[in-house]
């Protein structure tokens, strides 16, 4: 099993910047697909951006171009740098660890992320 601890939320203008941490408690991490998703209230929860035990990122095409997944495997820790925000990114976001090929997944506890117009 493994823990996820997410951080760097908070409240942020139209067209400001963030950069969401998630530190996971495994040391097998670089093992793991890591990815981040997001929710708001009476939503499904929708997958934003992913990278893969071996480097390989995708997105959501709504965040292409505007986030960057990354990952610091010495540290544990995923990162989402999130630029250029619009208010429809506003939502919690989490992170999601998932075994590379396993269909089994370990969630942080969420990071609120406001975007005010």
């Known amino acids: 099993q493994v823990q996820l601890v997410e951080s760097g939320g908070g409240l942020v203008q139209t067209g400001g910047s963030l950069r969401l941490s998630c530190v996971a408690s495994r040391t097998l991490f670089r093992m793991y697909d890591m990815a981040w998703y997001r929710q708001v209230p009476g939503k499904p929860r929708e997958w934003v951006a992913s990278v893969t035990s071996d480097g390989n990122t995708s997105y959501v095409d709504s965040v292409k171009g505007r986030f960057t997944i990354s990952r610091d495997n010495a540290k544990n820790t995923v990162y989402l740098q999130m630029n250029s925000l619009k208010p429809e990114d506003t939502a919690v976001h989490y992170c999601?660890?998932?075994?590379?090929?396993?269909?089994?997944?370990?969630w942080g506890q969420g990071t609120q992320v406001t975007v005010s117009s």
């Open positions: 999601d660890a998932r075994p590379h090929g396993l269909a089994m997944d370990y």
